[in-house]
C-alpha cells in the first residue's frame, strides 16, 4: 500500500529525470575502468575489512561471473605504490569516508600480481612455459629492482628478468620477489594470485 503509493507520487516526474547511459561493467576486471565508466557497486569497505582484520591469508572461493578478479584488482590499485596518484579512483568511495588511518595505507605496499586464468594447455610443458612466462612479466613489472643496490638476490632477479633461470630458480621466484621487493622499499609486499587453481584443473583433465 505505502510503496504503491509512493511510487504512483514519483513515477509523473520521472519523465523528466535523464538516467545516465552507463553499462554494467560485465566482463570487466579492471578497477579504474570499472569504477569509472560504469555502473559500479562499491565495493571498497572490503579494504577496511581487510586493514581490521590484518589476515596472512585470505582465499576467495565465488562462483563465476562473481566479481572475484574485479575485487582484487580494486585490492591491488588501493594498496600499490605507483609513481600514478591511484587515490582518484577511491576519494568518491565508501573507503575515503572511513577516515584518515585507513586512507594512510593508500598507495603504501609493493604488489606482485599474477594471474593463471590463461594457463589452460594440453601438456605440462607448455603449462611450464606459460607460468615461467607470467612469472617473468611480473619480475619485469618491477623493474626498480633492476638496478638496487639494496637487494640481495641481485643475481637471482638477473637471471629471471633475461629469461635465464632454471626450474629450481623458478620454484623458488616469489619468494625471492617478495624478499627483493621488501629489501628495496622497506616494507613487505601483497601477494594477489587470481585463479590459482585454473592450472590444477586443467591438468586433472
Not at 34 to 46: F, R, V
Amino acid at each position: 500500500g505505502f510503496l504503491l503509493e509512493s511510487l504512483q507520487s514519483v513515477l509523473p516526474f520521472m519523465g523528466s529525470i535523464k538516467i545516465p547511459q552507463i553499462s554494467l561493467p560485465i566482463g570487466i576486471s579492471d578497477y579504474r575502468l570499472a569504477s569509472t565508466e560504469y555502473y559500479y557497486i562499491d565495493k571498497t569497505l572490503m579494504i577496511r575489512d581487510f586493514l581490521d582484520e590484518r589476515p596472512m591469508v585470505s582465499l576467495f572461493t565465488r562462483p563465476r561471473r562473481f566479481g572475484k578478479t574485479l575485487n582484487m584488482d580494486m585490492l591491488r590499485t588501493f594498496f600499490e605504490k605507483t609513481d600514478e596518484d591511484t587515490s582518484v579512483y577511491f576519494r568518491d568511495k565508501k573507503i575515503w569516508s572511513c577516515g584518515k588511518r585507513y586512507r594512510e595505507y593508500q598507495g603504501k605496499y609493493p604488489v606482485i600480481f599474477l594471474s593463471f586464468k590463461d594457463v589452460k594447455c594440453d601438456t605440462w610443458e607448455k603449462t611450464y612455459d606459460l607460468i615461467a612466462k607470467l612469472i617473468r612479466a611480473e619480475y619485469k613489472r618491477h623493474g626498480e629492482l633492476l638496478g638496487s643496490d639494496r637487494i640481495t638476490n641481485a643475481d637471482q632477479y638477473q637471471k629471471i628478468y633475461h629469461d635465464q633461470a632454471t626450474e629450481n630458480d623458478y620454484m623458488m621466484s616469489l619468494m625471492y620477489l617478495t624478499q627483493m621487493l621488501d629489501e628495496h622499499h622497506g616494507i613487505a609486499p601483497i601477494v594477489i594470485i587470481d585463479e590459482y587453481d585454473i592450472p590444477i584443473q586443467q591438468g586433472h583433465m
